[in-house]
């Protein structure tokens, strides 16, 4: 793998007077899938608010490409080349899908272009003038994955992408993963489908009560079943 990408230290985090994050600490290297486990609740999806700066306030240390980002603010933060998918997708209801599509600013000049877009989500192409309220579940998480490509981002953070989304969908949004890794593209899931991150993922996070309590290799994987279905029932 290449050089280390994001490295995040002691990072605390707090919703008004609710401290969610509790020193979590996880290093991702250019290149790499890597996925946040754990039941609901226990700070993935937090964690990668907090890495955004989505949060009501944030201490300790998040490197973005050697850049120490903990005090900026969360438009600056995104220019440092991080793309964010949220659960909620948040898809435009009065724009149609290429509106959509259109709508976020390019970081850079690496950003895909609607064509390569297409070949990766050819649904996107025949979907194009449908507003956000005609699409299907799956072709809003597609969307929502699509947006963040053009922007130029390399880093991308991926918040339940599957949730919810038929087997077919899910397949293919696997597919895509391991296109956009092939491409150089770095990815950290937030996974509530173990079937749907495991194979994917380079290195694994374990989560509970906003604290990193385990992390192993992919390689690791079939030995630490046990602890897995000790942590996440799986």
Known sequence: MGQVLLEVKDLQAWYGESHILHGVELTVREGEVVTLLGRNGAGRTTTLRAIMGLVGAREGSVRVAGTESIRLAPHRIARLGIGYCPEERGIFASLSALENLLLPPKLNSQGMDV???????????????????????????????????????????????????????????????RMLKAKGFTVVLVEQNFRFAAPLADRFYVMEHGRVVERFEQSELTQRMGMLHEFLGV
């Open 115 to 177: 064509e390569e877009i297409y070949a990766m989500f050819p649904n996107l192409e025949e979907r194009a003038a449908s507003p956000g309220t005609r699409l299907s579940g799956g072709e809003q998480q597609m969307l929502a994955v699509a947006r963040i490509l053009r922007t130029g981002a390399k880093l991308l953070l991926l918040d339940e992408i599957s949730e919810g989304l038929a087997p077919v969908i899910v397949q293919k949004l696997g597919e895509v993963i």
